[in-house]
């Protein structure tokens, strides 16, 4: 069993930067691959990026490509999405998963945090 908690949300301007945070508990956070989904106003959760259980390998989806990016610290059970340069489509609900089948959209994410707001402003 894994407990994700997501932090590092808020509000910000278009053009500005977050970084969010997924604290894992348990021992085994470093077997798991971890990604981060996000699910905007009236639309369906979608796949933001993805990350290997050693770091080395990563995905992430075209529309945050240059952007985002997604790394992990394994002592510290934590992964983070660090978000530049946001545009006003980025506003949604961000949640990370824990995956012990793969790293991609396509992964079997069995665990999820509760999620933490993401708010851009023009």
């Known amino acids: 069993q894994v407990q994700l908690v997501e932090s590092g949300g808020g509000l910000v301007q278009a053009g500005g930067s977050l970084r969010l945070s997924c604290v894992a508990s348990g021992r085994t956070f470093s077997t798991y691959a971890m990604g981060w989904f996000r699910r905007a106003p009236g639309k369906e959760r979608e796949f933001v990026a993805g990350i290997s259980w050693s770091g080395v390998g990563t995905a992430s989806a075209d529309s945050v490509k240059g952007r985002f990016t997604i790394s992990r610290d394994n002592a510290k059970n934590t992964v983070y999405l660090q978000m530049n340069s946001l545009k006003l489509e980025d506003t949604a609900v961000y949640y990370c998963?824990?995956?012990?089948?793969?790293?991609?959209?396509?992964?079997?994410?069995?665990?999820w945090g509760q999620g933490t707001q993401v708010t851009v402003s023009s």
């Open positions: 998963a824990a995956s012990h089948g793969g790293w991609g959209p396509s992964g079997k994410y069995d665990y």
